[in-house]
């Protein structure tokens, strides 16, 4: 499941304002005084850039990601505090968990099987801020007749297997709320939905693109289409792709205090 550098650049400011400050703010304390982050899937570091402010400077990164390029810029973020692996998230066995405080993520886990998860979270023990995890919304204004068609046939691709097994696509985080309070995690949720417009032209272009590349790939019809209505109304063109944030601590877990 490779992304580009550039792709993550344009869509890292809409992820920042939809951040729910409320649950990165509880992240930030549940990350206790001095913490140890274990981040998934990592990219280019935007969850280092989004919660670095609030966190104490001793703060210790464990960066993980299969890109060594991605990886090179991400440590750049906090270079004295950084530790980078290049591993395969396929390979469970081998995340640095052991002594970290708490475990991120960054839309991943619409990416993720549910036996890949359940797997995941069984060895772990700490609060998890999963955050921005697509959940199969998205709505334009204007609105286009084939839009719920083509919403569907996205929906659809995105539970092909990434890597990772049959991914979790838009029911990721329903998926993780019960793998979560099966295993007695406390479980705090909120929408981080991207809210775009003309002020997010590239980024609208990109994601049109691209929705339109995988509900064709799905067996939707006429994707170009709707492609070519979408790009003539780009510069009047809003939407909005509906996310989620989740933050869950384990049994008898008190933020602050442990």
Same mark, same amino acid.
């Given at each position: 499941? /490779?992304?580009?550098?550039?792709?993550?650049?344009?869509?890292?400011?809409?992820?920042?304002?939809?951040?729910?400050?409320?649950?990165?703010?509880?992240?930030?304390?549940?990350?206790?005084?001095?913490?140890?982050?274990?981040?998934?899937?990592?990219?280019?570091?935007?969850?280092?850039?989004?919660?670095?402010?609030?966190?104490?400077?001793?703060?210790?990164?464990?960066?993980?990601?299969?890109?060594?390029?991605?990886?090179?810029?991400?440590?750049?973020?906090?270079?004295?505090?950084?530790?980078?692996?290049?591993?395969?998230?396929?390979?469970?066995?081998?995340?640095?968990?052991?002594?970290?405080?708490?475990?991120?993520?960054?839309?991943?886990?619409?990416?993720?099987?549910?036996?890949?998860?359940?797997?995941?979270?069984?060895?772990?023990?700490?609060?998890?801020?999963?955050?921005?995890?697509?959940?199969?919304?998205?709505?334009?204004? /204007?609105?286009?007749?084939?839009? /719920?068609?083509?919403?569907?046939?996205?929906?659809?691709?995105?539970?092909?297997?990434?890597?990772?097994?049959?991914?979790?696509?838009?029911?990721?985080?329903?998926?993780?709320?019960?793998?979560?309070?099966?295993?007695?995690?406390?479980?705090?949720?909120?929408?981080? /939905?991207?809210?775009?417009?003309?002020?997010?032209?590239?980024?609208?272009?990109?994601?049109?693109?691209?929705?339109?590349?995988?509900?064709?790939?799905?067996?939707?019809?006429?994707?170009?289409?709707?492609?070519?209505?979408?790009?003539?109304?780009?510069?009047?063109?809003?939407?909005?792709?509906?996310?989620?944030?989740?933050?869950?601590?384990?049994?008898?877990?008190?933020?602050?205090?442990?």
């Amino acid at each position: 499941m /490779p992304f580009s550098a550039d792709w993550l650049a344009l869509r890292e400011p809409a992820d920042s304002r939809a951040r729910d400050e409320k649950l990165m703010s509880l992240a930030v304390s549940a990350a206790g005084a001095k913490p140890v982050i274990m981040d998934l899937g990592c990219g280019t570091g935007s969850t280092i850039r989004a919660l670095k402010q609030q966190l104490p400077s001793n703060t210790e990164w464990r960066l993980v990601d299969n890109d060594p390029a991605l990886l090179e810029i991400a440590a750049k973020e906090a270079p004295d505090r950084v530790t980078i692996y290049q591993l395969d998230l396929a390979d469970v066995d081998q995340l640095p968990v052991s002594g970290v405080t708490m475990i991120t993520a960054s839309a991943l886990l619409d990416l993720v099987s549910k036996d890949w998860l359940e797997d995941f979270l069984k060895r772990v023990s700490v609060p998890v801020y999963f955050a921005l995890t697509y959940n199969g919304s998205m709505n334009w204004i /204007p609105n286009d007749d084939q839009d /719920p068609i083509v919403t569907k046939a996205f929906n659809a691709h995105q539970q092909t297997d990434k890597g990772l097994g049959l991914a979790l696509g838009p029911n990721a985080s329903e998926v993780a709320i019960e793998l979560l309070e099966d295993l007695g995690y406390k479980v705090l949720v909120a929408d981080s /939905p991207w809210k775009l417009d003309s002020e997010n032209t590239l980024l609208q272009e990109e994601l049109l693109r691209g929705i339109s590349e995988a509900a064709g790939n799905s067996g939707a019809d006429s994707t170009a289409i709707w492609l070519a209505n979408k790009l003539s109304n780009l510069k009047i063109l809003k939407s909005g792709i509906g996310h989620r944030d989740i933050l869950a601590f384990p049994s008898g877990f008190q933020v602050g205090g442990h």
